[in-house]
């Protein structure tokens, strides 16, 4: 028998997360059955649970998946100098990770915005998940502290503001723009971009007194 490439088994592990990725964006976590994935990705129960032994284990697998895309796009630009500042980087960095995630759709509409927001709403019940969903937000916090405090030394954001204050911010802006985009559909980044530029550039009224 001829032995299957390590190719193929990336291949067919990226189908399956895929469509499991279309199948809860359409229906929700809770709504969708494993059988349901398994037509969604035309595939056999035993190929299937060849990758994943069910449900909880595909969410936290895509969960992951999207976490380390969104740390290392911050790790990258924590190691350039001087960083991105922060307008340009939440939004090119979103902007990564949803055109890696463009070809999942439902209804003709991206499916990985509402996915996101099911995954938040999940974590208040799987405690397995929070903790995935903790541990990853950790390391993307601490990467945008790194930068923000980069910037801080450079003089280029004020200082008397903790860096993870605004680190976490940040993470917020990205977050709800996240989940504008599952309630009201799709938005380019650059809105992102620019809102966040123009609060930036906002005078600061409690010290101009």
């Not at 998946?65 to 991105?84: I, K, M």
Request: proline share 5%.
């Amino acid at each position: 028998m001829a032995r299957v490439s390590q190719e193929h088994l990336d291949a067919r592990r990226r189908q399956i997360l895929d469509g499991a990725a279309i199948c809860f964006a359409r229906n929700g976590f809770h709504a969708t059955s494993m059988q349901d994935v398994l037509k969604e990705v035309d595939l056999s129960a035993g190929a299937v649970y060849r990758y994943f032994s069910g449900k909880d284990e595909l969410i936290a697998a895509i969960v992951g998946e999207v976490l380390v895309q969104v740390r290392d796009g911050f790790e990258e630009a924590a190691r350039s100098t001087p960083p991105p500042s922060p307008d340009l980087l939440v939004a090119s960095v979103l902007s990564r990770v949803l055109a890696t995630k463009e070809s999942l759709t439902v209804d003709g509409r991206p499916a990985f915005p509402g996915l996101v927001v099911q995954v938040w709403a999940e974590t208040i019940r799987n405690e397995e998940l929070a903790a995935v969903l903790h541990e990853g937000y950790g390391a993307v916090r601490e990467a945008w502290t790194r930068i923000v405090r980069a910037h801080q030394d450079a003089g280029t954001i004020r200082s008397d503001v903790p860096p993870e204050y605004v680190a976490r911010t940040m993470m917020a802006a990205a977050m709800g723009f996240l989940a504008q985009q599952a309630l009201f559909g799709p938005a380019p980044t650059e809105i992102l971009r620019d809102g966040l530029r123009a609060l930036m550039s906002a005078p600061d009224e409690a010290g101009a007194n």
